[in-house]
Every structure is written in C-alpha cells, then in structure tokens.
Nanobody, 120 residues
Framework: QVQLVESGGGLVQPGGSLRLSCAASGSIFSIYAMGWYRQAPGKQREVVAGIRSDGTTNYADSVKGRFTISRDNAKNTVYLQMNSLKPEDTAVYLC??????????????WGNGTLVTVSS
C-alpha cells in the first residue's frame, strides 16, 4: 500500500511564505509524477503545480512566479515553496502522485490535504 502525507500548512499573512511537503511511502517501485492540487470553498479542485519524472514542471497561471515545485527523489518527497501568498490562495492543498508499485501496477494516489489560510 502507498500513502501520501502532506505537511506544512498553516496560517500566514498576505505576502508571507509557506513550504509544503508531501512524502510518499510504501511499496514504491518508481514515481512517474507528483504534484499539488487545491480546493477552496465554492470552487472546483484545480491543479497548482506538477513535476514529472524527467523534471519537467508546470504551474497554474495564478501561481506562476510565486510558487516553486521541487522534489527529493531519495526521500520520495515533493515540495511546494509558496511565496507572496494572497488571500485567494486559501484552500486545502492536496498532494497527488502517479506511482508504479512494486507489483508493477501503475496507480494514482491522493493525500488527505493540508489547509493553507492566508489572512491578516
């Protein structure tokens, strides 16, 4: 079984920064991609950022230039550095990953989410 565990959420003032982490654990053979989604009240879940196994990254237009996604392959961990945070960034941030298990099955996994609140 594979698990994704997020950490790093919290309350921050506008203009502040947070660093989210997502660690994958379990029967992992390889990780094809990891990324972050977010969902705010009254809004649909949206892609924030992603990183592929080849290192290619993508960002939502709303966060481009402010957020940076990175990974530590040795730790099976992906990070999201969030700078210049705005109130509209307030949401539950969910980690997502496409993983090849040791059984050789390829599946997608979701973390439970970590709450980011940007407010003065």
């Amino acid at each position: 079984q594979v698990q994704l565990v997020e950490s790093g959420g919290g309350l921050v003032q506008p203009g502040g920064s947070l660093r989210l982490s997502c660690a994958a654990s379990g029967s992992i053979f390889s990780i094809y991609a990891m990324g972050w989604y977010r969902q705010a009240p009254g809004k649909q879940r949206e892609v924030v950022a992603g990183i592929r196994s080849d290192g290619t990254t993508n960002y939502a237009d709303s966060v481009k230039g402010r957020f940076t996604i990175s990974r530590d392959n040795a730790k099976n961990t992906v990070y999201l550095q969030m700078n210049s945070l705005k109130p509209e960034d307030t949401a539950v941030y969910l980690c997502y990953s496409i993983i090849r298990a040791q059984s050789r099955d390829i599946m997608d996994y979701w973390g439970n989410g970590t709450l980011v609140t940007v407010s003065s």
